[in-house]
């Protein structure tokens, strides 16, 4: 189960991420897209991920975003496991994934970190993908996305 945020805070959509998304993973029958909802990585649950604070705070938030998935979610779900990719650049987000590996097993789920792509020798993410796009530069954003998410930027070719 592949959850995609709701939030409204990108340079893509949530309609256009989900299909992006619901693309990416078309072949992968055993894999279902669904929306987060307001409670996972959410501006409600975690509003630091969305303004990349970084004090004391973001360590209880990032504890009680984490629980309430651990203990609310996961559950409901039948979730044994969370997959997550490796964030070498984020410190956010890299506090986030050093606090599922503490918190996750107490609940019996395993965090399984996926090591980030890399493309020319550097790490491929979302801060780039917007770079390219905002600097029109498409040679350079083909190489990052999915040919899924290329249809859906630039169409058909």
């Known amino acids: 189960m592949i959850f995609v945020g709701e939030e409204d805070k990108s340079v893509f959509s949530f309609m256009e991420r989900f299909a992006m ?8 029958k055993n894999v279902k897209v669904v929306p987060s909802g307001p409670f996972i990585l959410s501006r409600t649950s975690f509003p630091e991920y969305f303004f990349k604070e970084s004090d004391a705070d973001i360590v209880e938030n990032v504890e009680n975003d984490i ?23 984020d410190s956010v987000t890299n506090e986030y994934n050093l ?49 899924s998410t290329v249809k859906i930027l630039f169409g058909s070719d």
Do not use: H, W
């Open 21 to 28: 998304v619901c693309e990416g993973v078309a072949d992968l």
């Open 99 to 147: 606090a599922m590996k503490r918190i996750l097993p107490k609940y019996g789920i395993e965090l399984v970190e996926i090591p980030r792509k890399e493309q020319d020798n550097t790490y491929i993410s979302a801060s780039l993908v917007r770079k390219y796009l905002t600097d029109d530069d498409t040679m350079n954003l083909k190489k990052l996305v999915p040919e």
């Open 67 to 89: 629980t309430f998935f651990a203990e609310r979610i996961a559950p409901y779900l039948s979730i044994s496991y969370r997959f997550v990719g490796e964030e070498p650049n």
